[in-house]
């Protein structure tokens, strides 16, 4: 069994930034993808960023130049940097991986934008 556990949420101003980790519990050699989803009150989860083993990254239209998907392979940790933060970008932010095993989420971590 894979544990994620995120952190770096929090409240920021309209423009400001943050930072989000996600740690593995495990190495994660063999992973497919590393990703990160959000969810707003009362919506859907939604895609955000994801980085392949191999290094692809893919973005949300919604987030394209303003967040940054990266990876610390020592760390088994995998970072979403995001600036210029608006407040439609508030929601639960949740990572997950996906292993040929099988597919594990964190327990989420609240971002909230104030205008």
């Known amino acids: 069994q894979v544990q994620l556990v995120e952190s770096g949420g929090g409240m920021v101003q309209a423009g400001g930034s943050l930072t989000l980790s996600c740690a593995a519990s495990?190495?994660?050699?063999?992973?497919?993808?590393r990703s990160w989803y959000r969810q707003a009150p009362g919506k859907p989860r939604d895609f955000v960023a994801t980085?392949?083993?191999?290094?692809?990254?893919v973005y949300a239209d919604a987030i394209k130049g303003r967040f940054t998907i990266s990876r610390v392979n020592a760390k088994n940790t995998a970072v979403l940097q995001m600036n210029s933060l608006k407040p439609e970008d508030t929601a639960v932010y949740y990572c997950t991986v996906v292993f040929v095993s099988g597919q594990y989420w964190g327990q989420g971590t609240q971002v909230t934008v104030s205008s």
């Open positions: 980085i392949t083993g191999g290094g692809i990254t």
């Open positions: 495990t190495t994660t050699f063999n992973l497919i993808r």
